[in-house]
């Protein structure tokens, strides 16, 4: 029963350490500012105009659309769990029956190119310049093709053993469709590895010390085990030896 309990305790402390951090109650981390803006870049063969700019117009024949990105500043808190955010909006206007044009030998590639700064101001100062592409052509809608799905900020100080602020876009992937289209994201802080490191080293350890306690355990049954059964057999020779002697 000795080592059963050990393995149960060891589940125990583990099951609880993940249920402890998956129902934590949301805290405060830290209060952050993000400001953020955006500009587009046709690929090439794409004919366009206000290239480096946060509005672009394509053209297809006669018809054209105009996609425009408008960013925001903002001050939120930032917690120990996954909130809501709005990075900023896409507006597409186009006329009746645009398409996107497509590259004229890849119809595959993306069309345009949106390079997007996000600068936090506080509680540390830094800036990310993620890349996202979108395309191919051949639609009224401009799906995201190319482009990681977060981006993080550190923190100068650890606040509480949380150690960056992740911004994860929400939905990924997604696409520009024609009229406001949100730029979503989910943010929230993370553990530092440090502080991951020091669990798992915690876990180890108990890991560990358990079981050495249940080998301990199961090595004594195991001997107590060999001597009743050598016990056992001694006494069944020593009665096949009497029994022969009386024949």
Same mark, same amino acid.
């Given at each position: 029963?000795?080592?059963? *309990?050990?393995?149960?305790?060891?589940?125990?402390? $583990?099951? &609880?350490?993940? /249920?402890?951090?998956a129902r934590?109650? #949301?805290?405060? @981390?830290?209060?952050?500012?993000?400001?953020?803006?955006?500009?587009?870049?046709?690929? %090439?063969?794409?004919?366009?105009?206000?290239?480096?700019? /946060? &509005?672009? *117009?394509?053209?297809?024949? *006669?018809?054209?659309?105009?996609?425009?990105?408008?960013?925001?500043?903002?001050?939120?808190? @930032?917690? /120990?769990?996954?909130?809501?955010?709005?990075?900023?909006?896409?507006?597409?206007?186009?006329?009746?029956?645009?398409?996107?044009?497509n590259h004229? /030998?890849?119809?595959?590639?993306?069309?345009?190119?949106?390079?997007?700064?996000?600068?936090?101001?506080?509680?540390? &100062?830094?800036?990310?310049? #993620?890349?996202?592409?979108?395309?191919?052509?051949?639609?009224?809608?401009?799906?995201?093709?190319?482009?990681?799905?977060?981006?993080?900020?550190?923190?100068?100080? &650890?606040?509480?053993?949380?150690?960056?602020?992740?911004?994860?876009?929400?939905?990924?992937?997604?696409? $520009? +469709? #024609?009229?406001?289209?949100?730029?979503?994201? +989910?943010?929230?802080?993370?553990?530092?590895?440090?502080?991951?490191?020091?669990?798992?080293?915690?876990?180890? @350890?108990?890991?560990?010390?358990?079981?050495?306690? @249940?080998?301990? %355990?199961?090595?004594?049954?195991?001997v107590i085990?060999?001597?009743?059964?050598?016990?056992?057999?001694?006494?069944?020779?020593?009665? %096949?030896?009497? +029994?022969?002697?009386?024949?």
């Amino acid at each position: 029963m000795r080592h059963v *309990t050990a393995i149960g305790i060891l589940t125990f402390v $583990i099951t &609880s350490l993940a /249920n402890s951090t998956a129902r934590a109650e #949301p805290f405060v @981390v830290t209060t952050t500012t993000l400001t953020t803006s955006g500009q587009f870049d046709c690929r %090439a063969s794409i004919t366009c105009t206000g290239e480096g700019t /946060n &509005s672009v *117009t394509f053209f297809n024949g *006669t018809k054209t659309a105009t996609l425009t990105f408008t960013g925001l500043q903002q001050t939120f808190d @930032v917690t /120990n769990v996954a909130q809501p955010v709005t990075l900023g909006s896409f507006e597409l206007t186009q006329s009746d029956g645009f398409v996107f044009p497509n590259h004229a /030998n890849s119809p595959g590639l993306p069309i345009v190119k949106f390079f997007f700064t996000a600068h936090q101001d506080m509680p540390s &100062s830094g800036t990310s310049h #993620p890349l996202w592409q979108f395309g191919p052509g051949g639609r009224t809608v401009l799906p995201l093709e190319i482009g990681q799905s977060y981006f993080t900020f550190g923190l100068d100080r &650890s606040e509480f053993g949380y150690g960056q602020i992740v911004y994860s876009l929400r939905p990924f992937p997604f696409s $520009i +469709n #024609p009229g406001m289209t949100a730029f979503n994201a +989910n943010v929230g802080a993370i553990p530092e590895p440090g502080s991951m490191v020091l669990l798992g080293t915690g876990l180890l @350890v108990v890991a560990s010390a358990l079981r050495r306690r @249940v080998f301990s %355990a199961l090595s004594a049954r195991l001997v107590i085990g060999f001597r009743h059964a050598g016990s056992e057999l001694r006494r069944f020779k020593d009665s %096949a030896i009497h +029994n022969l002697g009386s024949w």
